[in-house]
C-alpha cells in the first residue's frame, strides 16, 4: 500500500498524508456498487429527482467547508470555490426536473411490428476518474446526469485534492443511508487499470491530460466500456479587425485567467489582426496587470510553467508582462504576456496550464484560421466581430472546435453540450446528448395488439 500528501500550494506546508487503496479495497467497492445499482436502477423518477434535489441542498450546506478545502489543497480562490459549488447545485436541480423527459421512452416512426419504441436504460457501475482543477464541478457534471439515468459512480480523483473527494464521499454517503450511489476510492494508476477491466464496471470516464487520456481509452477498450474523454485544450480566440477591441480584451483575459488557468477550456492562444493588435495588447496587458492570481496548485506545476515560458521565448515570443516567478515557497507565478510577431509551428501544440497568454499578431483572417486550426487540440474557442453573421459562420464552419462562441468566451452550463474533438476528446458531458453518454439504447417491440 503506498501513502501521498496533500499540500497547501500557497506555503507548501503538508496538510494530511493518505494510503491509496488496495485492489481488494476497490473490489469490495466495486461490488457493494453493483449490489446497490441493481436497488437505484428500478428507482422511480420522483425518488431519483428528490435525490437530486437534496443533493443541491446538502452542497449549499456545506459550500464554506468545500470551498476551503479546494483553497487549501489546490489554491482556488474562495470566491471561485463557492461559485463553483452553486454552480454543481445547479447542475444537480436541472437535471432532477429535465431528465424524466429527455430519457422519455421515444416511439419508432414506423417499423415490422405492431408497436416499437426505444427505451433508455442505465449501463450500471461506471468508473470516473476525476482531475484536480474543478474536483467538485468535475465530478458533479457527470454524476448528475448519470445518477438520474439509473447508473452508480465508482470514483477515483487525484491524489492532489484527496480531501475534496473525501468530502464528496461524505456526502454523498450521508444522502441516502439504505444505499451508496457513489463510493470513492483513492486508488493509484495500476489498482485503477484494473477496475476499468473488472467485469462489474460497465462505463468510464476520465477528465485530465491528452496522454492520460489516450492510456485510460486503451483500458477501456480492451475491455469494451463506453467512454467519455475530456481532454487538455489550448483553446484559440480569433480577434477580427472589425471587433470591439477593448471589449475583447477584457473578454479574453476572463478566458486566459479562469481558475488561474489551470483549466482545459481557458482561453491560451489568443490571434489578432494586425490592424487592431496594439490597442488589443494594451488593454490585455492592463487587464492582466489588474488582476487577482491565485498560486498554481503545486510547485510542481510552476516549474513546468517556468519551463513552458522560456520554450515560448525561444520560439520568438517576446515577454511584454510578468515572465519570471517570485522567489520563495509556494506555487505563485505572474500573469505573463508573451506575444508573437510570427507564427511558430509549435506554439500550437503547447497547453500552458497556469497565468500566462500567448497572442500572434496575423494580416488576415485567413491566417488567423489557419494557425487557430493547425492545434492538435480541439475543445473550444472563439471569434471576435461586429459582424455576428459573418462570426456564427466562421466558428460553425471553420474553426475546429467542440464548443465555439462569438464576442464571449466558452462557459460549461448544464443545458448545453460540452467536449471537444481531436486530441481534447470524444464523447460530451452535460444538455440532452450528455446524459445519453451512459445509457444503453434498448429497441422494444412487440408483434400483436397489446390489451
Not at 487540440?377 to 471553420?398: A, P, Q
Request: net charge neutral.
Amino acid at each position: 500500500m503506498s501513502s501521498f500528501s496533500t499540500v497547501n500550494p500557497a506555503t507548501g506546508d503538508v496538510l494530511k498524508t493518505y494510503e491509496h487503496v488496495t485492489w481488494e479495497g476497490a473490489q469490495k467497492a466495486i461490488s457493494d456498487a453493483a449490489k446497490d445499482f441493481q436497488v437505484w436502477r428500478k428507482a422511480s423518477w420522483e425518488e431519483r429527482s428528490q435525490v437530486l434535489h437534496n443533493l443541491a441542498s446538502s452542497l449549499r450546506s456545506h459550500k464554506t467547508e468545500i470551498a476551503q478545502m479546494m483553497h487549501q489543497e489546490m489554491g482556488k480562490l474562495i470566491s471561485e470555490g463557492k461559485a463553483e459549488v452553486e454552480k454543481c447545485a445547479v447542475t444537480c436541480e436541472f437535471y432532477a426536473k429535465e431528465a424524466p423527459g429527455m430519457l422519455r421512452n421515444q416511439a419508432a416512426v414506423s417499423s415490422p411490428y405492431t408497436h416499437a419504441e426505444v427505451s433508455f436504460q442505465p449501463v450500471g457501475v461506471v468508473f470516473s476518474i476525476m482531475p484536480w482543477n474543478f474536483p467538485l464541478w468535475q465530478t458533479i457534471r457527470f454524476a448528475a446526469p448519470a445518477l438520474m439515468a439509473g447508473n452508480v459512480i465508482v470514483l477515483k480523483h487525484a491524489d492532489l485534492t484527496a480531501g475534496t473527494a473525501e468530502l464528496i464521499g461524505k456526502i454523498f454517503s450521508d444522502l441516502t443511508p439504505k444505499y451508496k450511489l457513489l463510493r470513492n476510492i483513492q486508488v493509484d494508476h495500476e489498482v485503477a487499470a484494473k477496475v476499468i477491466a473488472d467485469p462489474r464496471v460497465h462505463g468510464v470516464t476520465f477528465t485530465g491530460s491528452s496522454a492520460g487520456g489516450k492510456s485510460v481509452a486503451m483500458e477501456a477498450a480492451k475491455n469494451l466500456k463506453k467512454i467519455v474523454l475530456e481532454l487538455g485544450g489550448s483553446d484559440a480566440y480569433l480577434v477580427l479587425e472589425d471587433a470591439d477591441v477593448e471589449a475583447a480584451a477584457k473578454t479574453c483575459v476572463k478566458a486566459r485567467l479562469v481558475n488561474c488557468g489551470q483549466s482545459c477550456v481557458a482561453g491560451k492562444r489568443f490571434i489578432v489582426h494586425e490592424k487592431v493588435s496594439k490597442e488589443f495588447i494594451q488593454h490585455f496587458v492592463n487587464e492582466m496587470k489588474a488582476a487577482e492570481i491565485a498560486p498554481l496548485a503545486s510547485v510542481k506545476f510552476k516549474k513546468q510553467i517556468m519551463e513552458q515560458v522560456e520554450k515560448l521565448k525561444s520560439w520568438g515570443g517576446k515577454v511584454v508582462l510578468g515572465g519570471s516567478a517570485p522567489q520563495g515557497a509556494g506555487a505563485f507565478y505572474p500573469a505573463t504576456v508573451v506575444v508573437f510577431e510570427k507564427d511558430h509551428p509549435e506554439l500550437h501544440k503547447e497547453e500552458v496550464f497556469g497565468p500566462v497568454a500567448s497572442i500572434l499578431v496575423v494580416k488576415s483572417t485567413e491566417e488567423a484560421l489557419q494557425a487557430a486550426n493547425s492545434s492538435p487540440y480541439g475543445l473550444g474557442g472563439g471569434v471576435f466581430t461586429r459582424d455576428l453573421k459573418k462570426g456564427k459562420e466562421l466558428i460553425e464552419k471553420e474553426l475546429q472546435a467542440g464548443f465555439v462562441v462569438v464576442n464571449d468566451y466558452v462557459k460549461s452550463d448544464p443545458r448545453i453540450p460540452f467536449g471537444g474533438v481531436k486530441e481534447s476528446g470524444y464523447g460530451r458531458e452535460l444538455g440532452h446528448f450528455g446524459i445519453l453518454e451512459f445509457v444503453n439504447i434498448k429497441t422494444v417491440a412487440v408483434a400483436g395488439e397489446m390489451k
